[in-house]
């Protein structure tokens, strides 16, 4: 029988053809929304990296609004190290920093503070023209774009960014920087310390719009130093306010930095408990990871830790008193990051003897008096005991790892006996045999320590002291202070002795604390030191040139000290800090750690913003 072929095969072969085809065409639109998904993917992945060059380009401060712009080279910007940063893979703008202060900030005008706080907060906020590289110890520009030093020294041209600008939209000028010179030599802006050092500059001469010259008076090893390290002011802004007015009013801190005040500055009043600092977002250069900077004014020790513990600051300096217990804490171990660190600008710790009260000399201007005082104190014990190890007792006021400290001195010993011989040869004796030493006229060895009321470790010292010279029948008084109280007291010069810390630099210039030309008009000689020879000294080393012929001045500056003991130098130390772990790009250089500046929060681990 032969094949047939009817109409109902006809319609199921057509149907068939039908279904084949729309499995055709279905399989062809399948294949080309995968290839628009993969290209979606693909421009997905384009666009994040896209948008990182974009982050990263405007936190180096590059434009990237062209073609050009895209393809600009950050070679010769400022802040190298910032914008190393911004390359990282982690990297991510964004959160708050949150610092706290034991004290309470008095004042943020720049110049009329000598408060180291005042000085960290600045720095966020007004920039000088050059400033040390943390790494290299060599000066890289900031405002600066170049400069020029003659071969005498004594000529120092400087040409401007022309990018720069401050907080306003204002830019960063020649008049600026003339302006910030006359201010700072104005006599009736309360600004001793500063003019004491600008006053080496002879004249600052606008040449044009974005260059200045800087004239010297005379030859002076950190003469460039005094001319790059002036934090510009802007005269559009400060020129506004009277002297009177400058030197009275707390928050007048305004200036061309990555922050600025929260608050209007003229507003700005102290007692709130905390400063705080936003973005500046019409900066000019490379900007910091942080959207915002916090210091909190926590005087309490141990409530500092707590809100380090709970998260609410970023940052911990232990005491050396909890340093040990600390450093084993279980939950410190799994939230945060201790650094230990020592660095020749990490200074000195001292007690100062005050030689002149009322204009009348005391009991401290007698050199074997002073000797005595520090043959009494044990410092190798206070450093192992007080200082849980962490501080190495010093004999002067350079750093031992510095070539400006001479090698083969080594600090006074402890040793009670030949102090009070040389007590007695300055005429005190018990003459009542009550335990108290006295003067030829009778009047007891009674003296009051001043020191931080807010510092446990201070508090501990003076009560050690208190001990250690009541064996050799002499009567401490410890007077803790608030800390405005206590400037004004070491400013105003009343005080019988005193102990704080001075901060180091890498070359230290002695003649602001020693000279005697620093005891008056606002100069940090605070204890009526006088010594002829080591004016002399100190005046040869400071137009020095030669490094090697400087450093053996220097050296003879560190004999005197030794020998006069206008301080009992106590200790250097080493540096402890606890940081939140959630903080990235922190390293150790040679000044310390790296500036907060540098570190960022990765984008999941940012707690404050988004």
């Given at each position: 029988?032969?094949?047939?072929?009817?109409?109902?095969d006809?319609?199921?072969?057509?149907?068939?053809?039908?279904?084949?085809?729309?499995?055709?065409?279905?399989?062809?639109?399948?294949?080309?929304?995968?290839?628009?998904?993969?290209?979606?993917?693909?421009?997905?992945?384009?666009?994040?990296?896209?948008?990182?060059?974009?982050?990263?380009?405007?936190?180096?401060?590059?434009?990237?609004?062209?073609?050009?712009?895209?393809?600009?080279?950050?070679?010769?910007?400022?802040?190298?190290?910032?914008r190393?940063?911004?390359?990282?893979?982690?990297?991510?703008?964004?959160?708050w920093?949150?610092d706290?202060?034991?004290?309470?900030?008095?004042?943020l005008?720049?110049?009329?503070?000598?408060?180291?706080?005042?000085?960290?907060?600045?720095?966020?906020?007004?920039?000088?023209?050059?400033?040390?590289?943390?790494?290299?110890?060599?000066?890289?520009?900031?405002?600066?774009?170049s400069?020029?030093?003659?071969?005498?020294?004594?000529?120092?041209?400087?040409?401007?960014?022309?990018?720069?600008?401050?907080?306003?939209g204002?830019?960063?000028?020649?008049?600026?920087?003339?302006?910030?010179?006359?201010?700072?030599?104005n006599?009736?802006?309360?600004?001793?310390?500063?003019?004491?050092?600008?006053?080496?500059?002879?004249?600052?001469?606008?040449?044009?719009?974005?260059?200045?010259?800087?004239?010297l008076?005379?030859?002076?090893?950190?003469?460039?130093?005094?001319?790059?390290?002036?934090?510009?002011?802007?005269?559009?802004?400060?020129?506004?306010?009277?002297?009177?007015?400058?030197?009275?009013l707390?928050?007048l801190?305004?200036?061309?930095?990555?922050?600025?005040?929260?608050?209007?500055?003229?507003?700005?009043?102290?007692?709130?408990?905390?400063?705080?600092?936003?973005?500046?977002?019409?900066y000019?250069?490379?900007?910091?990871?942080?959207?915002?900077?916090?210091?909190?004014?926590?005087?309490?020790?141990?409530?500092?830790?707590?809100?380090?513990?709970?998260?609410?600051?970023?940052?911990?300096?232990?005491?050396?008193?909890?340093?040990?217990?600390?450093?084993?804490?279980?939950?410190?171990?799994?939230?945060?990051?201790?650094?230990?660190?020592?660095?020749?600008?990490?200074?000195?710790?001292?007690?100062?003897?005050?030689?002149?009260?009322?204009?009348?000399?005391?009991?401290f201007?007698?050199?074997?008096?002073?000797?005595?005082?520090?043959?009494?104190?044990?410092?190798s014990?206070?450093?192992?005991?007080?200082?849980?190890?962490?501080?190495?007792?010093?004999?002067?006021?350079?750093?031992?790892?510095?070539?400006?400290?001479?090698?083969?001195?080594?600090?006074?010993?402890?040793?009670?006996?030949?102090?009070?011989?040389?007590?007695?040869?300055?005429?005190?004796e018990?003459?009542?045999?009550?335990?108290?030493?006295?003067?030829?006229?009778?009047?007891?060895?009674?003296?009051?320590?001043i020191?931080?009321?807010?510092?446990?470790?201070?508090?501990?010292?003076?009560?050690?002291?208190?001990?250690?010279?009541?064996?050799?029948?002499?009567?401490?008084?410890?007077?803790?202070?608030?800390?405005?109280?206590?400037?004004?007291?070491?400013?105003?010069?009343?005080?019988?002795?005193?102990?704080?810390?001075?901060?180091?630099?890498?070359?230290?210039?002695?003649?602001?604390?020693?000279?005697?030309r620093?005891?008056?008009?606002?100069?940090?000689?605070?204890?009526?030191?006088?010594?002829?020879?080591?004016?002399?000294?100190?005046?040869?080393?400071?137009?020095?040139?030669?490094?090697?012929?400087?450093?053996?001045?220097?050296?003879?500056?560190h004999?005197?000290?030794?020998?006069?003991?206008?301080?009992?130098?106590?200790?250097?130390?080493?540096?402890?800090?606890?940081?939140?772990?959630?903080?990235?790009?922190?390293?150790?250089?040679?000044?310390?750690?790296?500036?907060?500046?540098?570190?960022?929060?990765?984008?999941?681990?940012?707690?404050?913003?988004?």
């Amino acid at each position: 029988m032969g094949n047939r072929f009817g109409f109902r095969d006809l319609v199921l072969a057509v149907l068939l053809v039908v279904l084949i085809v729309s499995v055709w065409l279905a399989m062809k639109q399948y294949d080309r929304q995968w290839d628009q998904l993969g290209q979606i993917g693909v421009t997905l992945d384009d666009q994040a990296v896209e948008l990182k060059r974009i982050r990263q380009a405007l936190a180096q401060g590059v434009r990237v609004s062209d073609a050009d712009d895209a393809q600009a080279s950050t070679a010769g910007l400022p802040f190298p190290r910032r914008r190393a940063a911004t390359q990282m893979d982690d990297y991510a703008p964004g959160d708050w920093y949150i610092d706290a202060f034991g004290v309470a900030v008095g004042k943020l005008t720049p110049l009329v503070s000598s408060d180291v706080y005042q000085s960290v907060i600045s720095n966020y906020v007004m920039e000088s023209l050059a400033s040390r590289d943390a790494v290299t110890l060599e000066w890289q520009p900031d405002l600066a774009e170049s400069w020029h030093i003659s071969d005498d020294g004594l000529t120092i041209t400087v040409k401007l960014r022309e990018q720069a600008r401050f907080s306003d939209g204002q830019p960063v000028t020649a008049d600026d920087v003339v302006f910030t010179y006359h201010w700072i030599m104005n006599p009736k802006v309360a600004a001793p310390r500063d003019r004491s050092y600008v006053s080496k500059i002879a004249s600052v001469t606008k040449i044009d719009g974005l260059t200045i010259t800087f004239k010297l008076n005379e030859t002076y090893f950190k003469g460039f130093e005094i001319c790059a390290g002036m934090q510009v002011m802007a005269k559009h802004y400060y020129s506004q306010f009277t002297e009177d007015q400058f030197n009275e009013l707390p928050g007048l801190l305004f200036g061309s930095g990555p922050y600025k005040l929260v608050v209007d500055p003229v507003s700005w009043k102290p007692g709130s408990g905390k400063i705080e600092l936003t973005r500046n977002d019409k900066y000019w250069a490379a900007t910091p990871a942080y959207d915002r900077i916090i210091f909190r004014e926590i005087t309490d020790e141990t409530a500092r830790l707590v809100t380090f513990r709970n998260g609410e600051t970023d940052r911990f300096g232990p005491q050396p008193e909890q340093y040990l217990r600390l450093k084993e804490d279980e939950q410190l171990q799994r939230d945060k990051v201790l650094y230990e660190y020592e660095t020749i600008t990490g200074g000195y710790r001292y007690v100062a003897w005050n030689q002149m009260r009322e204009d009348k000399p005391t009991r401290f201007a007698d050199r074997r008096v002073r000797r005595a005082m520090t043959l009494l104190t044990d410092r190798s014990d206070m450093a192992r005991t007080l200082m849980v190890g962490l501080a190495t007792p010093n004999s002067g006021p350079f750093h031992r790892l510095s070539k400006q400290a001479d090698a083969d001195i080594d600090p006074w010993p402890y040793d009670p006996q030949a102090a009070r011989t040389l007590l007695g040869q300055a005429g005190f004796e018990d003459r009542d045999d009550n335990g108290v030493i006295e003067s030829d006229s009778g009047e007891p060895f009674r003296f009051k320590l001043i020191y931080p009321a807010s510092s446990v470790n201070y508090k501990q010292m003076a009560l050690y002291l208190k001990d250690a010279y009541a064996r050799a029948g002499i009567v401490l008084e410890p007077d803790p202070l608030e800390w405005t109280i206590m400037i004004q007291r070491i400013n105003q010069r009343e005080f019988d002795a005193m102990t704080l810390g001075w901060s180091g630099t890498i070359e230290g210039d002695p003649n602001q604390i020693f000279h005697s030309r620093a005891i008056g008009d606002g100069g940090d000689n605070y204890v009526h030191y006088q010594n002829a020879d080591l004016d002399q000294l100190i005046d040869q080393a400071r137009v020095t040139i030669d490094q090697d012929q400087r450093m053996a001045l220097w050296r003879k500056v560190h004999r005197i000290l030794h020998e006069d003991q206008p301080y009992t130098f106590l200790w250097t130390s080493r540096s402890v800090v606890f940081l939140d772990k959630r903080i990235h790009n922190v390293q150790r250089v040679k000044t310390g750690l790296n500036h907060s500046m540098h570190w960022f929060v990765p984008l999941g681990a940012q707690r404050w913003s988004r």
